[in-house]
């Protein structure tokens, strides 16, 4: 068999000319490997087939040997429901009753900050394939969005774009966005983070799995032409850095479609159902590189194509450029013969574009690839797709890290009022209103909680109204003092958010963002994590279904502040009874508890924040057994009428948030909290929850919160005043609501072109 390089330049291609590996984001070493697998000089096609494959984004090569303690640590109990988990597009658990749930998240965050609009959009485009991928319905998206300072020239650039991006390509899926963060730090300046969250539902016979099987399947391509948009974007993005202040050459960012999107996702369901799909995967980062050379490296054979038959939207493409296209809207199926006309009849019937581009071959581990009559591509599919280099890089607890440990104690305002009205105002914890109105929450009807909650709540059968809630959270201030316990804390609140909803939380995703992997200050921040989260979820005893790792996130030496997102998903049975975490409008008035304790912890907070106190200290302590009390609590608990759980900003933003369009006040007594009214108000205590009965459950509620070892102070009751008295002061409502609503439109009123490209 002759293998020919395809060069751009064919005739000056000679054996000597040395291949641009270094360019393409390849060591010395990775190079010369590759050549000692194929026993011959890589063609150019292979060069860009290896390169992208064994990037940082797609082979996990800095981070596997760390990634590995989540299934070394997770037992057989936990995973029992779990139908598909790490490794997979998604993880799929069953919830019962013929019902599953797929659900991951996904970084984008250096190309949404090359194009914000196009980066940001693509990513939701990116991260519902994966659910669809699985053989599941999208059914909901959310954000997790971290940016520089509020009021930084750049945040004004980049913030806009994204929050149009993810507005106007899921508001045109149809897909309702239920929640998400908005976080603002100068770490992020240079490096923002856009995380994309997917849920998707599914029978648990639908189950699809990315595999090549069956000899003489053909292999089709199918949804939109392949173009030069997003060339290596995804998988040479993330694995580089954005050197301060230089001008760098980058790959174009892909550019996203969101019609021709919705169409693939009716166009798969259809061929789901009618059962001619053997194996599926979609295209994303390192695109036909990366759906050819996984479906054979997971198949029971090889596999042959031919790159002539790839529908293109650009002329005189080369080998190279068709395979690493990251252009959008694809997906790859492996399809029985037999079943290929029928394939071909529900595409056209939703006006998709395919094509029969190969077949599964005999030839065990081969992949062969061609173009214009020459083979481009000869080699074993697992050492492209299952082999690149795993590197033990070197980590090390920072010399730095007892400094910042250290705290200098709390600087008080001089009344608790000035307090809460900077604390709501600040762009940690102002409302978001100006950025969530642009996504539809609603759309599909099926959505029974988004808007302010702490966890979005969807119906997913209309039947039996079985539903899930879904949250997700992290915090960079919190992780970078403790990585380990940072870590906790965002698998602590994600849970906790779930839990407060009356759901029981099932499974656990994650997206850990974290600056270079060759810097031994953060492999150890993301180490301590991963062992974090691992050994929090076993004390939990849910499992982690998947994940994402995106490394090099910084500008020029300077790294984020590490950020592991953690997901968590919960069932319950019937969406009726959710409980909500605000009261409503004009309602009776209710008592108020606080569930948990509340202890001097300060590190981290939003008030060391906002007081200018710098970022020093321990954050909050976590025992997740409390956490698995307080789910306990909220399970099937028909006598709570709101209830919403305590984090950033405390007590004080807890009461606020439930408080707000109740057209209610309270009178407020904290001796049961601790002593000191300002830390019973303001300090971030992990397991902690606010919660709202009417007067005649309170006794009951109480007890059975003690009977579950759960410690609970009675706080007082609403009322008509619409102000909240404590502690000798009275604040307004409506003053804080004021306060609360104009930070973000008084800053970003004219940076703002809703669903347009920015």
């Known amino acids: 068999m002759t293998v020919h390089n395809d060069t751009v330049d064919n005739a000056k291609a000679t054996p000597e000319q040395e291949q641009p590996y270094r360019e393409l984001g390849?060591?010395?070493?990775?190079?010369?490997?590759?050549?000692?697998?194929?026993?011959?000089?890589?063609?150019?096609?292979?060069?860009?087939?290896?390169?992208?494959?064994?990037?940082?984004?797609?082979?996990?090569?800095s981070s596997k040997v760390h990634l590995r303690y989540f299934g070394e640590t997770m037992t057989e109990e936990m995973g029992a429901k779990l139908l598909a988990g790490i490794g997979e597009n998604a993880g799929v658990v069953d919830i019962g009753g013929g019902d599953a749930v797929t659900f991951r998240v996904e970084s984008h965050n250096h190309p949404s900050y090359v194009e914000p609009y196009q980066g940001a959009a693509t990513g939701v485009g990116g991260i519902v394939r994966d659910i669809m991928a699985m053989g599941a319905r999208p059914i909901a998206v959310m954000d997790q969005l971290r940016f520089g300072p509020a009021d930084a020239p750049d945040t004004k650039r980049v913030l806009p774009g994204v929050v149009a991006g993810i507005g106007g390509y899921g508001n045109c899926l149809g897909l309702p966005n239920i929640g998400g963060e908005t976080v603002f730090d100068e770490t992020y300046a240079g490096n923002p983070l856009v995380n994309a969250l997917c849920v998707g539902t599914l029978k648990v016979e639908d189950l699809k799995l990315a595999f090549a099987s069956g000899?003489?399947?053909?292999?089709?391509?199918?949804?939109?032409?392949?173009?030069?948009?997003?060339?290596?974007?995804?998988?040479?993005?993330?694995?580089?850095?954005?050197?301060?202040?230089?001008?760098?050459?980058?790959?174009?960012?892909?550019?996203?479609?969101?019609?021709?999107?919705?169409?693939?996702?009716?166009?798969?369901?259809?061929?789901?159902?009618?059962?001619?799909?053997?194996?599926?995967?979609?295209?994303?980062?390192?695109?036909?590189?990366?759906?050819?050379?996984?479906?054979?490296?997971?198949?029971?054979?090889?596999?042959r194509v031919n790159l002539d038959a790839v529908p293109l939207r650009a002329e005189n493409m080369t080998a190279a450029e068709i395979l690493a296209s990251e252009s959008q809207e694809r997906m790859c199926a492996v399809v029985e013969p037999a079943n290929v006309d029928r394939f071909m009849e529900i595409c056209a019937k939703w006006e998709v574009g395919a094509a029969v581009i190969g077949e599964v071959t005999g030839e065990s581990d081969r992949l062969v690839i061609e173009h214009n009559g020459e083979v481009v591509v000869d080699a074993p599919p697992s050492t492209i797709a299952d082999e690149a280099p795993v590197y033990e890089r070197p980590f090390a607890r920072p010399e730095w890290q007892d400094g910042v440990q250290e705290f200098g104690g709390v600087v008080k305002p001089a009344t608790l009022a000035e307090a809460w009205l900077r604390m709501v105002a600040s762009p940690a914890l102002c409302s978001r209103d100006f950025i969530t109105e642009q996504y539809d929450r609603y759309v599909g009807g099926n959505t029974v909680a988004a808007h302010y909650a702490d966890s979005g709540v969807l119906r997913i059968n209309e039947e039996t109204r079985r539903g899930v809630a879904v949250s997700a959270d992290a915090s960079g201030r919190y992780t970078y003092l403790d990585p380990n316990m940072g870590a906790r804390l965002a698998l602590a609140e994600a849970y906790r958010n779930v839990a407060v909803t009356g759901a029981r939380p099932v499974a656990v995703t994650n997206c850990l963002n974290f600056g270079s992997p060759e810097n031994p200050d953060v492999m150890w921040q993301f180490r301590e994590a991963v062992h974090g989260l691992a050994d929090g979820a076993v004390e939990l005893g849910i499992p982690v279904s998947g994940g994402n790792v995106s490394f090099y996130n910084q500008t020029g030496e300077t790294p984020i502040l590490p950020t592991p997102v953690v997901g968590v998903l919960g069932v319950i049975e019937d969406v009726a009874d959710a409980i909500r975490h605000a009261?409503?409008?004009?309602?009776?008035?209710?008592?108020?508890?606080?569930?948990?304790?509340?202890?001097?912890?300060?590190?981290?907070?939003?008030?060391?924040e906002v007081s200018g106190a710098g970022l020093t200290g321990l954050p909050p302590r976590v025992d997740l057994a409390n956490e698995a009390r307080l789910a306990e609590f909220f399970a099937g608990n028909g006598e709570v009428l709101a209830a919403h759980d305590l984090s950033e900003g405390g007590l004080a933003q807890a009461l606020f948030e439930m408080l707000l369009g109740s057209g209610k006040g309270a009178e407020i007594e904290l001796s049961g909290v601790c002593d000191d009214a300002f830390t019973a108000l303001f300090s971030e205590s992990a397991s902690r929850v606010l919660v709202a009965v009417t007067a005649d459950r309170a006794d009951t509620a109480v007890q059975r919160a003690s009977e579950a070892g759960i410690p609970v102070a009675v706080l007082g009751s609403t009322n008509s005043s619409g102000e909240i008295s404590v502690a000798g002061e009275s604040i307004s409502l409506v003053e804080l609501a004021a306060a609360w609503s104009t930070t973000l439109p008084g800053l970003f009123d004219h940076a703002f072109a809703p669903n347009s490209p920015a």
């Open 583 to 608: 009261l409503p409008a004009g309602g009776e008035d209710v008592t108020l508890l606080l569930l948990g304790e509340t202890f001097d912890e300060f590190g981290g907070s939003v008030w060391q």
């Open 215 to 303: 000899t003489g399947n053909k292999v089709i391509l199918f949804g939109s032409r392949t173009g030069l948009d997003g060339i290596g974007g995804v998988s040479v993005l993330a694995s580089e850095t954005f050197e301060e202040g230089a001008e760098r050459k980058l790959p174009a960012v892909q550019v996203g479609d969101p019609f021709a999107e919705k169409v693939l996702i009716e166009c798969c369901l259809e061929l789901y159902h009618s059962g001619v799909v053997v194996g599926i995967q979609d295209l994303g980062g390192a695109g036909l590189a990366c759906a050819t050379s996984e479906l054979a490296a997971s198949g029971d054979g090889g596999m």
């Open 26 to 61: 390849l060591k010395d070493d990775e190079y010369q490997r590759i050549v000692d697998i194929l026993g011959r000089r890589p063609t150019d096609a292979e060069l860009t087939v290896y390169s992208v494959m064994w990037s940082e984004h797609c082979s996990y090569k």
